[in-house]
């Protein structure tokens, strides 16, 4: 079947750290992978996303690179900053015609200390 | 920016009571869909649902649950008789059908007493 599995958290990093969150995913087929973002209080907000195989995708700072071989799409930020104190999301989703189907991680928590 | 929302934010409920999860879809989206996170847990997909009839459902969608769009603009989620073990935040998503980016909105935090 289709899963995804994320680094466990909590994170808690110091502001201007560098930042890397694991995603590692099993699917049939070729799918597109996402990362999302939750702020306190707030829905799921997508932050980045790749279609296929060595595409990266890069938002506020934050980069993922579809790695086939590895099956993974890990999350990274070269210096975070305490707004970035969020639930991060990594998902799949298998492209078909018509509706979507999106396969969640179960999210890692990230704290930034100023 | 079009945004879906959700209300109400928060519902306590007594077990076996009915809820009504109410969505308001971006207004040009056709697919719209429901998901739920178990405090702790993985969020799971629910249904999906275009056209007015439901596109796919998980093993947990079952006979409690149900799904309408009553209107040109609220995408309902129902649950007859509610358990202690549907507590968890819902939420609503959807899609243009062009792209495949899901908008979701900010959540309704059930809870079953």
């Known amino acids: 079947g289709n899963s995804v599995t994320q680094m466990e958290g909590p994170v808690t990093l110091s502001e201007e750290a560098f930042l890397t969150i694991n995603c590692t995913y099993t699917a049939t087929g070729y799918p597109s992978l996402f990362w999302y973002v939750q702020y306190p209080g707030e829905g799921l907000q997508l932050l980045l996303k790749?279609?296929?195989?060595?595409d990266k995708g890069s938002n506020k700072g934050f980069e993922a690179t579809y790695r086939k071989e590895t099956t993974s799409f890990h999350l990274e930020k070269g210096s975070v900053q305490v707004s970035d104190s969020a639930v991060y999301f990594c998902?799949?989703?298998?492209?078909?015609?018509?509706?979507?189907?999106?396969?969640f991680g179960q999210g890692t928590r990230l704290t930034i200390n100023p | 920016e079009p945004e879906v929302t959700q209300t109400p934010s928060h519902q306590v409920t007594q077990m076996g009571q009915e809820v009504i999860l109410r969505c308001v879809p971006i207004s040009n989206h056709l697919y719209f869909y429901w998901y739920r996170q178990i405090l702790g847990q993985k969020v799971e997909f629910l249904v999906s649902f275009y056209n007015n009839e439901i596109s796919e459902k998980s093993e947990i969608f079952d006979d409690q649950f149900s799904v309408e769009r009553p209107d040109g603009s609220n995408f309902t989620l129902k649950i007859r008789s509610t358990k202690l073990e549907d507590s968890a935040m819902y939420f609503c998503a959807s899609t243009s059908g062009s792209e495949e980016t899901q908008y979701f909105g900010p959540g309704t935090r059930l809870l079953v007493l």
């Open positions: 998902a799949l989703n298998l492209p078909l015609q018509g509706a979507q189907k999106l396969v």
């Open positions: 790749a279609t296929k195989a060595d």
